[in-house]
């Protein structure tokens, strides 16, 4: 996370992103599927993040048939707690065409602010927009917890359907997990594990849910410039000083291991993310 920036021009990209992203997935309606990335805690005002959460699927489970999937996502802070988001969903079926799916937006507040070692925690709601199924409410806390260059992260999300077209009485269950190891400040490893339970009031066995865990490793591919001149009326800190930070590129890649026979066998994910 970056310090803050004021002025339009942020906001203004960021709007941009949303609503380019929410005509494609209008044009495009489809069945929903979860990504595997795991959210984190961490709000900062004025901070725009762009982000691409794909995965490629190999030896689909019995509950899953697809051969990719992606997910775009906008996020923007505004106020030092308060994140706004929207995001996009991409999945190609086995046989079809990769297609959109699902636009969401929402919000995550930050209950509490880490400084240091210790604790972060949010809590996170979002809407999800599909044309063709019931519209859904996803809400449920992130969880964060550092030391030195240690930390795990865990989200546990509820998922229930809205209006006339639900399908499903109960609550669908998701929980994403990471645990973090940073050798360097740009390299980084860990693991990661992700899990579903459809309907949690007929939940079955641990059989017909859809469970994976593997390594990823983590990049970071950004810095900070100081002192570059740009328009004073926009990155002006104080009467004496400027400083301007580059966008930060951080990159992931990572294999997930299906640990039932409704899981697909290996899954491949990266993501990417652009902060400025």
């Known amino acids: ?110 209950l509490v602010k880490r400084e240091g070692d210790g604790f972060d925690a949010a809590f996170r709601t979002i809407y ?24 795990t992260t865990l989200n546990t999300y509820f998922v229930g359907q809205l209006g006339d077209d639900t399908e499903i009485d109960s609550l669908e269950f998701k929980y994403k997990w990471q645990l973090k190891h940073e050798l360097t400040h740009r390299v980084a490893f860990g693991v990661e594990a992700f899990g579903k339970i459809e309907d949690l009031s007929n939940p079955g066995s641990f059989n017909d849910q859809l469970h994976r865990a593997g390594p990823v490793i983590y990049l970071n591919l950004g810095e900070e410039a100081e002192g570059a001149a740009f328009d004073e009326h926009e990155y002006e800190e104080t009467e004496h000083e400027q400083k301007v930070e580059a966008p930060e590129l951080k ?20 993501d990417a993310e652009l902060e400025f």
């Not at 339009?8 to 979860?34: C, D, K, T, Y």
């Not at 927009?129 to 930390?151: C, H, M, Q, W």
């Open 128 to 151: 999800e927009a599909t044309k063709d199924e019931a519209d859904e409410l996803l809400f449920g806390p992130i969880v964060k917890y550092v030391y030195g260059r240690n930390s």
């Open 251 to 270: 990159l992931a890649g990572g294999v997930l291991f299906g640990l039932n026979d409704a899981t697909s066998d290996v899954t491949f994910k990266f």
């Open 1 to 110: 996370m970056h310090a803050a920036r004021t002025g339009s021009r942020p906001f203004r990209i960021w709007a941009a992103a949303v609503i380019a992203v929410g005509w494609m997935i209008l044009l495009m309606p489809a069945q929903a599927w979860a990504q595997f990335y795991v959210n984190q805690p961490e709000v900062e005002k004025g901070e725009i993040e762009l982000e691409e959460h794909g995965a490629i699927f190999s030896g689909p489970g019995e509950d899953e048939r697809l051969r990719q999937s992606h997910e775009l996502e906008a996020y923007y802070g505004l106020t030092d707690r308060w994140l706004l988001i929207t995001e996009g969903f991409f999945e190609q079926p086995i046989g079809e065409n990769l297609k959109a799916t699902e636009f969401e937006i929402g919000g995550q507040y930050e």
